[in-house]
């Protein structure tokens, strides 16, 4: 039969060579297709075409399976082989592991830390949706941008704007409140009012109550469970009231703590409907929207801009130039910062810096892996060499060297989250976050472990892998020693890279305390040491009395002075608008104001340049003064102290009475604002007192008795004016202590891979240091000779630091109005503890080695 | 050394008798020849490789011929250690029968 006429099936081959296309296997069609001529020959062309397609779908399912399980087989032999590698060098291993785990460790953590900074509020259903609605008005040359708009205006959205699902209010009537249920009495800071669509817009857990209405009517409240403890025990409080500075409240509802990470914080809620008349009309309050799905919201931001001019009550209001506009809820923790902002802003900058900080530490703990396998891996040259002899391919030597390398790396990874799991507690203190272990095991975080466990396992496994697959079986195994000199480079300059990062680490926490202890001890220009400050809040009022109310304090012989005003310095100052009389429009400014009593000025050692500030006695026929500070004058348009001074404000008969020089009152991370202060006899809230620090203790017990003497069934807040102050450090204090410690972390990985690195090299080169000793070299001079190399590898790294260092700080440092210039000791201090650290891992090594 | 399985020997005994001749299409008639069993080439060559993995023989892998389309050929043969595996299957063979008579059905002793 001609067999240019009859072709075997194709169809049946190309499935087969789909699945099976080595050329080995392939050798199957070829009998096949031999075959399939003969049964042609003999029983004709259909018979065989039915014979081939049922030969191919026989076959294919075995040489598949065949395939997998031969797979599996190879896969467990490198597995075993990789295991068994490890247990013989568990030195090395562990080192590696450990260095590793950290490393990861240390990115998870700063992950998670990232994840929680840009993820505010996003707990809440649908919390794409949610905008808070912020003012921007013009007055005089200004624009001011505030977080609180009047709270009728949520009435009028919800009737207005068909765009709108919800509208919520949800802000805090006062700074403090004094909470009482019977015996338990304690001023609180974080009782809230919201509206009753608050609980369907936010996520509100409910333990007790009913969501559906628990803020429907005035008066009532819900509480978080910790809250309920404090004040009800184990009691049930669902009915009982509880009451605020004097009103009552009855209980609807226990529900879950708000997560850390929103700026909806509350311990406890008030219903909407209980608020005054007064503020009901008067009042400014963050208002929050939540836009109803096929809403578009550039749409209804054009509209709402409009908002202050479409429904002004009045003509003249219908002038304004006031504009309102959204800040979707997420955005607000890390970028907004207006005017009554209800909580401090997160600052994006320490989310960069951690993220930076993250990638160092896992360059290092790389390195450190690379560096020490290839160091291993010329003890294993005769392995490469011999299975190269047997017919192993390179490609299967590569995967097989990756494989371990990603082995290494999976089982540092499962280590790292043990040892994050373990360590949680201590970062929680360090950083002041609240992290528990079921964060640890969220998707993105495992994704996230996941990319860099792959990362990691191939880079760091690359280089080892490409390296030792190409050695030459015959050199290698005629038991020459493999020079590389491309591997001692690349391995050294691994070294000066470790200890480079390393070493900016170190000077960049060096310099960071340095700024925080400046800012610190920094000359305020007035006098917080030695100060209690006593609040008297709600119920607590002093009103007119104040001078008696100081003077009943004074009569203790340790309290030596005593000032009231109407906030502290250090705290978020209050802001009101004030315009030279008959300037409003012009000049009108939003600014620091503060009301103070006769005694303020000499208490806290304000300097006085201009104007006769008070009589050190206090002279009750002063009529009201102002006084503003040095910034305040250019504010106001005016040219120089003496102008200033008898200039009137705020369209009232006072005038200046006088011009302070410039001092801190809120902290030195800011340029000095404009400050005005008036002197006044009413609406103080706190009273300065003046201790000689001797029996501390007993004049604070005078203090705490003298109150409740004073003010029967309040609770008594008290603090010291320098920690207070201080307080505001509080994120570069957390910043400073998160930096020391990875900068501890990254030194010791880097020192483990140092160590490991020493050993190895002082091994590798026992026979050049037996021939030196036989020379006729003392042991101390091998040892010298061995520790100058590594010296000059970290000399290097101490060089690439330090430009690195001083540019990365000065970015750092420009945040500050009031900075430190980097300075040489931190540079010199940080090259020389690691060249100390650097030489005492090594001595060990070499002296070993040496011996 | 275990034992051969019956099906080992049979394919073993093939490419014994085959010579230069024992690729894939050969052993395959002479297995159905000696056996009646049809076996599949697929089937045939993982049972092949197992072998060749466990040391009896070894694979040849031969060049291309335009017979068979373009794809070469698979030539197998037997190692010493095979050899030694059949010498094996053998002698166990003939110590388990000996003495058996022809007929199973005549009472052993005697």
Excluded at chain 1, 154 to 159: Q, S
Excluded at chain 1, 199 to 222: K, Q
Aim: glycine share 6%; proline share 4%; net charge neutral.
């Amino acid at each position: 039969m001609d067999r240019a006429k009859v072709k075997p099936p194709g169809f049946p081959r190309w499935i087969f060579s789909h699945f099976a296309s080595s050329q080995e296997k392939m050798t199957v069609v070829g009998d096949l297709d031999e075959y399939f001529f003969e049964i042609v020959d003999e029983k004709g062309k259909n018979r065989a075409i039915m014979w081939y397609w049922g030969q191919v779908l026989k076959s294919l399912p075995l040489i598949i399976k065949h395939t997998i399980y031969r797979s599996y087989i190879m896969f467990r032999n490198y597995l075993k082989i990789s295991l068994r590698n490890l247990q013989r060098n568990k030195g090395f291993s562990v080192i590696n592991i450990l260095g590793l785990s950290i490393g990861i460790a240390s990115c998870l953590l700063i992950l998670l830390y990232v994840r929680f900074e840009s993820n505010y509020d996003t707990h809440h259903k649908d919390h794409e949706r949610i905008y808070r609605v912020a003012l921007s008005s013009k007055s005089g040359a200004s624009e001011q941008l505030y977080a609180s708009i009047p709270n009728k205006h949520a009435l009028v959205f919800k009737d207005v704007y068909p765009e709108l699902e919800e509208v919520v209010r949800f802000g805090k009537q006062s700074s403090m409140q004094a909470v009482k249920y019977r015996d338990k009495h304690f001023y609180e800071s974080d009782v809230m009012i919201m509206d009753q669509s608050g609980l369907e817009v936010f996520n509100i857990p409910f333990v007790n109550g009913d969501p559906s209405t628990a803020l429907l009517r005035p008066f009532t409240a819900i509480l978080t469970e910790e809250f309920a403890l404090k004040y009800f025990g184990n009691e049930n409080p669902i009915g009982k009231i509880i009451s605020l500075d004097t009103t009552g409240y009855e209980i609807t509802g226990v529900v879950k703590k708000p997560p850390t990470n929103t700026l909806l914080k509350f311990d406890m809620i008030v219903s909407f409907d209980s608020i005054d008349d007064h503020r009901r009309n008067n009042w400014f309050c963050p208002v929050y929207i939540k836009l109803r799905g096929e809403a578009d919201v550039e749409v209804f931001e054009n509209k709402i801009k409009a908002f202050p001019r479409d429904y002004a009550e009045t003509e003249e209001d219908r002038n304004t130039e006031d504009t309102l506009f959204l800040q979707p809820l997420k955005d607000i923790h890390l970028s907004s910062n207006l005017i009554w902002e209800p909580h401090p802003p997160g600052n994006p900058m320490y989310v960069y810096i951690f993220m930076v900080v993250g990638v160092f530490i896992m360059m290092i703990a790389g390195m450190n892996y690379m560096n020490l396998s290839t160091a291993r891996s010329m003890n294993r040259s005769g392995e490469v060499g011999l299975r190269k002899v047997v017919g192993a391919h390179r490609k299967q030597l590569i995967i097989q060297f990756m494989g371990e390398s990603l082995l290494l790396t999976f089982i540092a990874t499962v280590f790292a989250f043990l040892l994050l799991a373990l360590s949680l507690n201590f970062f929680n203190s360090i950083g002041e976050t609240e992290f528990r272990i079921a964060d640890l095991l969220q998707s993105d975080i495992i994704a996230g472990s996941i990319v860099i466990f792959i990362l990691i396992g191939f880079v760091s496994g690359s280089y080892p892998a490409l390296f030792l697959s190409a050695f030459k079986p015959v050199s290698v195994l005629k038991g020459g020693n493999i020079k590389g000199m491309k591997g001692t480079l690349v391995r050294k300059a691994l070294v000066v890279g470790q200890f480079a990062i390393s070493i900016t680490l170190i000077i960049g926490t060096l310099i960071i305390f340095k700024q925080l202890d400046y800012m610190k001890n920094m000359s305020l220009g007035f006098n917080k040491e030695q100060k209690i400050v006593v609040s008297f809040l709600g119920n607590a009022t002093i009103g007119a009395n104040y001078q008696n109310v100081k003077d009943e304090f004074l009569q203790h012989p340790s309290i030596l002075g005593a000032t009231a005003a109407s906030n502290v310095l250090g705290r978020w100052q209050i802001r009101w608008q004030v315009w030279p009389s008959g300037q409003r429009e012009e000049r009108g400014q939003t600014v620091n104001f503060l009301m103070i009593d006769r005694d303020f000025l000499s208490e806290y050692e304000i300097e006085i340049i201009e104007g006769m500030g008070f009589a050190r006695e206090p002279n009750i026929n002063q009529p009201d003064g102002f006084l503003i500070n040095e910034a305040a004058i250019g504010a106001f348009g005016w040219n120089s102290p003496q102008e200033a001074i008898g200039k009137g404000l705020w369209d009232r008969d006072s005038e200046i009475i006088g011009i302070m020089k410039n001092f801190h009152f809120s902290g030195v991370q800011s340029a000095i604002e404009p400050y005005v202060l008036l002197l006044s006899n009413e609406q103080f809230r706190y009273i300065t007192l003046r201790i000689d620090t001797e029996n501390l203790s007993e004049t604070v017990s005078f203090i705490e008795n003298k109150y409740s003497e004073l003010f029967q069934n309040q609770p008594i807040d008290y603090f010291f004016l320098d920690e207070d102050f201080d307080k505001q450090y509080r994120s570069e204090e957390r910043t400073a202590n998160i930096f020391t410690m990875f900068t501890i972390l990254g030194l010791f990985i880097a020192c483990l891979g140092l160590f490991g690195l020493a050993s190895f090299m002082a091994q590798q080169r026992t026979k050049e240091i037996g021939i030196r000793k036989i020379l006729g070299a003392s042991s101390n001079s091998v040892i010298i000779l061995l520790i100058k190399e590594f010296v000059r590898l970290v000399g290097l790294g101490i060089v690439i630091s330090w430009p690195l260092a001083y540019f990365s700080m000065s970015i750092w440092l420009q945040n500050f109005a009031y900075r430190i210039s980097p300075g040489w000791i931190s540079f010199i201090a940080a090259a020389f503890m690691a060249l100390t650290i650097a030489v005492l891992t090594v001595i060990y090594q070499s002296y070993r080695a040496a011996s | 050394m275990r034992f051969l399985s019956r099906a080992d020997e049979i394919l073993l005994l093939a490419v014994l008798r085959l010579k230069e001749n024992a690729y894939g299409v050969p052993i395959v008639k002479e297995v159905e020849k000696r056996t009646g069993k049809k076996i599949t080439f697929g089937g045939l060559w993982v049972q092949m490789d197992n072998l060749c993995k466990k040391g009896y023989i070894t694979k040849t892998i031969a060049d291309p011929t335009p017979e068979r389309g373009g794809r070469g050929k698979i030539y197998y043969t037997l190692t010493h250690k095979g050899e030694k595996a059949l010498e094996q299957v053998r002698e166990l063979n003939s110590s388990l029968w000996e003495d058996i008579p022809g007929s199973l059905k005549k009472p052993i002793s005697d």
